[in-house]
């Protein structure tokens, strides 16, 4: 009989305790502020030292190749044939989509001119276990820095 007394708080304790502990998780990934430590699901994150990323220098090559590829070549569409010339990937950030999706900022030079290298904003969407790589935009950057 005394068994039985104890058995229906045991069974609550037991039912409430998955509660509380999801609750704590789920604080413990709530931004604060505008400059939250917790992630925001599906946000986009700065990749670091993009310059000595291979991954990511590797993917802005292969979005200047397709660019070319799709006969867009040229920085303006002028002069096919030519075509852009990868230099670096100079700003990157990651987003989790179904996969990771890259938006790359592109330094590239004109084929026909060493010295008119132009930025450019490509969007690559990257499956690891498929595996497959698209190149989903790639444009002139609205801001051209002078590199």
Known sequence: MASKQYAVPLVLVL???PVSSARLSDEQWRPEGRGGAG???????????????REVQELGLFCVLEHNRQGSGGSGGGGAGHGLVF????????????GIKYYLRI?????RDA???????AVVVVKAWVPSRVMVSFV???EQPGY
């Open 39 to 53: 992630r925001m699901v599906g946000g986009r994150t700065d990749v670091e030292d993009v310059e000595g990323n």
């Open 115 to 121: 010295d008119d290298v132009q930025a450019f904003d």
């Open 107 to 111: 330094a590239a030079r004109d084929g």
């Open 140 to 142: 002139p950057a609205a």
């Open 87 to 98: 230099s670096r990937v100079v700003a990157a950030q990651t987003q989790v989509v179904s």
């Open 15 to 17: 039912l409430l305790l």
